[in-house]
């Protein structure tokens, strides 16, 4: 094919691509063509074409010479149905390769003209990667790169409690790689009626070992640090190390400020969450990444009420499904954040009220003069409310 033929072709690409039958492919690669599955790996992982290359068309397209280092040798494409395969097909016609033809009907068609297909080599891992997170393999916003990702992250929860239950729950079931639960409690029986990742057998057990067998028993490809003590302004620092995410599941006003200034100093993202009855609140505090665009939790709330204002779970009561209903938010918006998808609920306080099941959301603007997260502001060093720690539920 010359060159004028191919520029032709980038006119109308569909006439350019030669099809071929599966049964047509099948001779082909037998007399020596290369016959590469152009799908995800995930798709190859249910069965491939016996003797085809697996290379995503992604990646294909990205370097062809990496795969194909004849550009004069004979190529067939093959896909799912075979539209994929064709688009690659004229883009790799167009990178100069002279030769190349798509299976018509793709994988499907080879299986149901009953040639030969073979489960492609996978090392455990690889077979449980790609079994365990299939679902999220088919969005693509997730994909293999997003569920990578995910896999390499860092999440810390500040307690292991109603919020922090079902979010540590979905976030090791989602795959990310890493969670550093933080929690001084030890698992209580009124804790059950909510904290669903403790059991009745731990009573008495430190949280967040507790939590850390059940998540470990729902994904074991993950890393569960479990560290049972109480957040101070003297560890906080060292907590926030290669964390990407931070969840705030605390329980009381002054580690919720804590963790809010910690975030802003060291730049991390704070998906906060606070229940109380029937009524729940989440919003993301993004300030430390994100100077005068969107505000701390110190912009929304400067001073944190007097206790005897401040109910906690065991004074105030708490539905139990309540902290599921935020905690799950949680998760989904420190998914979207470590995914860096969607709108994440930054600048904006999402209110629900479970009786009415009735979702309020309210704009939320930064500070100019906040005391830690205004632009430019040297960060002030953390403030103590010790008075109020004394007071925990
Ligand atoms: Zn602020």
């Known amino acids: 094919m010359n060159r004028a033929h191919r520029e032709g072709m980038a006119d109308n690409p569909a006439m350019s691509i030669r099809e071929l039958t599966p049964e047509q492919a099948r001779v082909r690669q037998l007399a020596g063509a290369v016959l590469i599955d152009v799908r995800e790996a995930h798709e190859r992982a249910a069965g491939m074409a ?38 690659a097909a004229v883009a790799l016609s167009a990178a100069g390769y002279a030769d190349v033809a798509s299976v018509a009907g793709g994988t499907l068609a080879w299986r149901a003209a009953g040639l030969p297909l073979v ?13 365990r ?31 922090g239950a079902p979010a540590a729950f979905y976030l090791a079931a989602a795959g990310v790689g890493r969670l550093r639960i933080v929690d001084d409690d030890v698992v209580e029986r009124s804790n059950l009626h909510r904290q669903i990742i403790h059991t009745d057998a731990g009573i008495g057990t430190a949280k967040v070992e507790s939590a850390r067998a059940r998540l470990l028993a729902l994904n074991p490809h993950i890393e569960v640090e479990a560290i049972a003590q109480r957040v101070t302004s003297g560890n906080v620092d060292a907590l926030m190390q290669d964390v990407d995410v931070v969840l705030d599941g605390s329980d009381n006003f002054p580690l919720r400020y804590l ?19 029937f009524n729940g ?21 400067p001073e944190p009420p007097p206790p005897e204002f401040a ?26 954040l470590l995914l860096d998808i969607g709108q994440p609920l930054a600048g904006r306080l999402l209110r629900f009220d479970a009786l009415g099941m009735r979702f309020r959301e309210s704009g939320v603007h930064p500070d100019p ?5 205004a632009p430019g502001r040297a960060f002030p060093g953390y403030i103590d409310y010790a008075a109020f720690c004394a007071h925990r539920g």
């Open 50 to 87: 016996e003797g085809a290359r697996g290379a995503a068309s992604g990646e294909l397209l990205a370097d062809p010479a990496l795969f194909l280092p004849l550009p004069e040798q004979e190529i067939i494409l093959l896909c799912q149905s075979g539209r994929r395969s064709a688009d």
């Open 119 to 131: 489960q492609p080599e996978l090392d455990a891992g690889e077979r449980d990667f790609l079994d």
């Open 133 to 163: 997170y299939s679902r999220h393999l088919l969005l693509p916003q997730v994909g293999e790169a997003g569920q990578r990702r995910l896999q390499r992250s860092r999440v810390l929860l500040v307690g292991a409690g109603g919020l």
């Open 259 to 277: 963790l809010n200034d910690a975030c802003i100093k060291h730049a991390r993202p704070l998906v906060y969450a606070a229940i109380e009855r």
């Open 281 to 301: 609140q989440v919003a993301v505090f993004d300030a430390g990444r994100r100077r005068g665009q969107v505000p701390c939790y110190r912009c929304l709330f």
């Open 311 to 336: 109910p906690n779970c065991a004074e105030a009561g708490v539905l139990g499904v309540l902290p599921g209903l935020a905690g799950v938010m949680q998760a989904a918006e420190a998914l979207k």
């Open 369 to 373: 003069d906040c005391p830690v997260c």
